[in-house]
């Protein structure tokens, strides 16, 4: 499968995540009930959920949406990135700025998982009864990776750079 081909077809794909998020956060929202049941579910801290309130809710609900708001932005600069690519701009500036941007996406979704992870517990333990709220600090092997795989786009992009030069001057030659 060519260049032109895969890039197409993964220019198209990433749509789909981008649309699964944009659902989830207006259903979440909408649904603050349907939250709070997932909430119960994934939260690893005793919370005492008969002390915790809608504002509450609502407010660890948008804290929670903040590493998919950062990933859809890094998502919307992958496809960009992927357009150029199925038109054959492969060695150009601006597709190591999306990438660029892409990756920085990656490493702030990790380091906004961990952050989203503690104000969570802070929020909705807020009500708690003295010495007992919430700080729960959690470096999960997902945010690792995600960071990880951040650092390893930041890297294609350099490598990028240096190919658009070598692109270039490989121009003045011929």
């Keep these: ?50 002390t915790v309130d809608a504002w509450q809710l609502y407010l660890t609900c948008v804290i929670a949406m903040i590493p998919s708001v950062i990933l859809v932005w890094g998502l919307f600069y992958l496809r960009k990135a992927f357009f150029a690519f199925q038109q054959n701009r492969i060695f150009e500036m601006t597709n190591v700025v999306h990438i660029k941007r892409f990756a920085i996406s990656l490493i702030l979704v990790a380091i906004a998982g961990t952050l989203a992870n503690i104000f969570a517990g802070l929020i909705l ?16 092997s997902y945010d690792l990776s995600t960071l990880l795989i951040g650092l390893v786009f930041w890297l294609i992009a350099k490598i990028l750079i240096q190919a658009n030069d070598i692109s270039k001057e490989n121009q003045s030659f011929v």
């Design 125 to 140: 333990s807020i009500q708690h009864p003295s010495g007992q709220k919430i700080l729960s600090i959690q470096f999960k």
């Design 1 to 50: 499968m060519s260049i032109q081909h895969l890039s197409k077809l993964l220019y198209w794909l990433l749509l789909s995540p981008i649309a699964g998020l944009l659902c989830m956060w207006g259903y979440f929202l909408a649904s603050i009930d349907s939250f709070q049941a997932l909430a119960k579910q994934e939260v690893a801290y005793a919370i005492q959920w008969h």
